[in-house]
């Protein structure tokens, strides 16, 4: 009941952050390419204008506008991951309860059996020490005449 409930949830989760993932990673694509085109269109101006061309930079991906529409996706992403790994945590939980709940129902089952069988060891014991005391008196008796 619970555990399918939970892999239910998990399997949603996980469905959403691969959609996420995706739509991240075409953000990013469109980005760069908008950075190529722009760096294409002005270095076509400083040609016209007797310049040499610059090199597109790679230190940030894409152009701002993508960045800033990525950021959400990109947090939701993180936010996914960390639900999936809450329920994974969640199901080794649920199976070590599981587990203490069935060793419980053994021990309480095994319990029941036990309990008659202490009583009947201690019978036997308190048979023993009767009968064991009896001698020993006997012994002290004729250890000291």
């Known amino acids: 009941g619970m555990k399918s409930m939970l892999s239910g949830y998990r399997e949603r989760l996980v469905d959403v952050m691969t959609d996420c993932e995706k739509t991240a990673n075409q953000i990013d694509s469109i980005g760069d390419e ?27 991906p894409g152009v701002g506008l993508t960045r800033a529409v990525n950021t959400p996706v990109k947090k939701a992403v993180e936010n996914l991951r960390k639900k999936i ?35 009947s060891q201690m019978k036997e014991k308190a048979g023993q020490q009767k009968k064991a005391p009896e001698p020993d008196k006997a012994k002290n008796k004729e250890e000291c005449l």
């Open 34 to 60: 908008l950075k190529q085109i722009g760096n294409s269109v002005s270095n076509v101006g400083r040609l016209l204008a007797g310049k040499g061309t610059k090199e597109v930079s790679d230190e940030k």
């Open 85 to 119: 790994d809450g329920a994974d945590k969640t199901f080794e939980k649920l199976d070590r309860l599981s587990a203490c709940l069935d060793a419980g129902k053994e021990a309480e089952k095994g319990g029941r059996v036990s309990v008659k069988d202490k009583l």
